[in-house]
């Protein structure tokens, strides 16, 4: 079953260091999301794109955080410099668009970070 | 999109049914109800969508009164492997087909022996 792939798993990074996640979504999917989900809490959307196009980035800390999707396949989520307070998962998903009874997004297994 | 309500949290016993029900006041006419399961440091997994009535497949079954103010996630004979956190999500495509999935603070489901 195709999955989508995220790496790395774990993450621990000092405070004021830059961090990269990467983002591999099930081929063919053009929707690609990226989610940071604080412990106890439920997912909360960063970034949306349609193939390489940012359908909505109004939840990302813009000063700090950075994504991109060049070709439109991959995905990168980048934060320089990391703070304390960015210690979370890191949850990647994908869906296929204009299946309009599919409300089915796939998400991968997540990067934890953790910041020091 | 609509918000969502759901209880923080609920108990259970292997082998009983467990009703999930959402709350969702504002519902548009197109959006439709999924339903989400995530386990510890893992992402969520779908579990089940519907727009009216009642939906059933392998997993759970979804029930969706007339007026769609709220939904009820149905697990039948629920086992240990079932504790998990449960979310509901209502929401629609846009015009270039795209899915908003905004996540509420779900629903943690406890599953005792």
């Known amino acids: 079953e195709a999955e989508v792939a995220q790496s790395p798993r774990y993450k621990i990074t000092e405070k004021s260091q830059a961090v990269a996640f990467w983002c591999d979504p099930i081929s063919g999917h053009a929707t690609l999301y990226w989610y940071r989900q604080i412990l106890g809490q439920g997912p909360e959307l960063l970034v949306q794109f349609q193939d390489e196009s940012v359908v909505d980035d109004s939840q990302l800390p813009k000063d700090r955080f950075s994504a991109e999707r060049l070709k439109g396949v991959d995905s990168t989520l980048k934060i320089q410099p990391a703070e304390l307070g960015d210690s979370a998962m890191y949850l990647c998903a994908s869906n296929h668009p204009g299946r309009t009874k599919n409300t089915e997004a796939f998400f991968g297994q997540g990067t934890r970070l953790t910041v020091v | 999109l609509a918000k969502t309500t759901q209880p923080i949290s609920m108990d259970s016993y292997e082998g009983q049914e467990v009703n999930i029900t959402c709350s969702h006041n504002n519902i548009a006419t197109n959006d439709y109800i999924t339903w989400y399961q995530q386990f510890p440091s893992q992402g969520p997994r779908f579990i089940i969508q519907?727009?009216?009535t009642k939906v059933t497949n392998e997993v759970a079954s979804l029930f969706i009164p007339a007026d769609r103010k709220s939904s009820t996630l149905s697990l039948p004979r629920v086992s240990l492997s079932d504790t998990a956190v449960y979310y509901c999500?209502?929401?629609?495509?846009?015009?270039?087909?795209?899915?908003?999935?905004?996540f509420g603070t779900g629903t943690r489901l406890k599953v005792l022996a």
């Open positions: 999500l209502v929401g629609d495509l846009d015009t270039s087909g795209t899915y908003k999935y905004i």
């Open positions: 519907g727009y009216k």
